[in-house]
Nanobody, 123 residues
């Protein structure tokens, strides 16, 4: 199975940018579609973005379209989430997840999860 580790979170001001990374080990990340999800305190874990195994298909939540970009470098076994024009409502723990097969937006469709990285946006 694949193990996932997120990094790149932190505290930034509104309007700023962050780039999250999801590093895979154990099995080649090229075998998996990868999604990013986020969970704010007291709320459910929500879909943010996903990318197909080859990178040719991406999907975004409406709330982040035009601000976030998901990409992957299979040679580095890493998937990225570039986040721009950040807003206080983007504050959450961000998780990456992997699944065999096509891109999905439902948390229940993903089999492997990282531990999460905290993103905090100050107003």
């Amino acid at each position: 199975q694949v193990q996932l580790v997120e990094s790149g979170g932190g505290l930034v001001q509104a309007g700023g940018s962050l780039r999250l990374s999801c590093a895979a080990s154990g099995r080649p990340i090229s075998l998996y579609a990868v999604g990013w999800f986020r969970q704010a305190p007291g709320k459910e874990r929500d879909f943010v973005a996903a990318i197909s195994w080859g990178g040719g298909n991406t999907n975004y939540a409406d709330s982040v379209k035009g601000r976030f970009t998901i990409s992957r470098d299979n040679a580095k076994s890493t998937v990225y989430l570039e986040m721009n024009s950040l807003k206080p409502e983007d504050t959450a723990v961000y998780y990456c997840a992997a699944r065999r097969g096509i891109v999905a937006t439902d948390v229940r469709e993903y089999d492997y999860w990282g531990q999460g990285t905290q993103v905090t946006i100050s107003s």
